[in-house]
């Protein structure tokens, strides 16, 4: 099992640029996130997912946009890049069932630069 | 929403002492409550977690204990390597919320050989 995957691993973007960042878990899990951690910070939610056809918003969705049309990939979205998107992004994911929390599983994370 | 606060910001310790970090959360419906360590540049990784049905759960060197009632959460490391240095997170989740976790702002432990 590859667990989580992310790509890219780094990307410097223009300001007013657009990227999609690729998340991708093969472990069958339900549940999908996505954080971003500024430097020497905590991770704060952007968005996640429940299952297939599912999002909702997290802490900061400002900025950003998700879909999930599949149990495997949950894309991020950046339209209109700001410097303030400077960050790096971490795409997690975890198995739930009966409602109770279980390890979130981390990708390499993606280092993005807006300049 | 939950708020998960995190001391001390910064620990140094010396090798083969006691590391502490305490968390305290905000909202009495969280449920799960792990702990995971980053280091520079890599993922964050579980290293142990609790259910609030749990007082306390020990790993190896590694305790967290649950205090459900002031709301507050622990982490100890015993006997530190130099190997334990890293930036360790706590964070809470409630199953009525997705199961997001919320994450504290992190805890830089250094310990000196």
């Known amino acids: 099992n590859a667990g989580v995957t992310q790509t890219p691993k780094f990307r410097i973007l223009k300001i007013g640029q657009s990227m999609t960042l690729q998340c991708a878990q093969d472990?069958?899990?339900?549940?999908m996130y996505w954080y971003r951690q500024d430097p020497g910070m905590g991770l704060k939610l952007i968005y996640y997912?429940?299952?297939?056809?599912?999002?909702d918003k997290g802490e900061v969705p400002n900025g950003y946009n998700v879909s999930r049309s599949t149990t495997e990939d949950f894309p991020l979205r950046l339209e209109l890049a700001a410097p303030s998107q400077t960050s790096v992004y971490f795409c997690?994911?975890?198995?739930?069932?009966?409602?109770?929390?279980?390890?979130?599983?981390f990708g390499q994370g993606t280092r993005l630069t807006v300049v | 929403g939950e708020n998960v606060e995190q001391h001390p910001s910064t620990l140094s310790v010396q090798e083969g002492d006691s590391a502490v970090i305490k968390c305290t959360y905000s909202?009495?419906?969280?449920?799960?409550f792990p702990w995971y360590k980053q280091e520079l540049g890599k993922r964050p990784q579980l290293i142990i977690d609790?259910?609030?049905?749990?007082g306390e759960k020990k790993d190896q060197r590694i305790a967290v204990t649950l205090n459900k009632t002031a709301k507050h959460f622990s982490l100890h490391i015993t006997e530190t390597q130099p190997e334990d240095s890293a930036v360790y997170f706590c964070a809470a989740s409630m199953s009525n919320a997705g199961n997001m976790l919320t994450f504290g702002g992190g805890t830089r432990l250094m310990v000196k050989p």
């Open positions: 997912s429940v299952g297939a056809g599912i999002t």
């Open positions: 909202d009495s419906a969280s449920n799960y």
């Open positions: 997690a994911s975890s198995y739930n069932s009966q409602g109770d929390g279980t390890e979130a599983f």
């Open positions: 472990m069958n899990h339900n549940y």
């Open positions: 609790i259910r609030s049905n749990v």
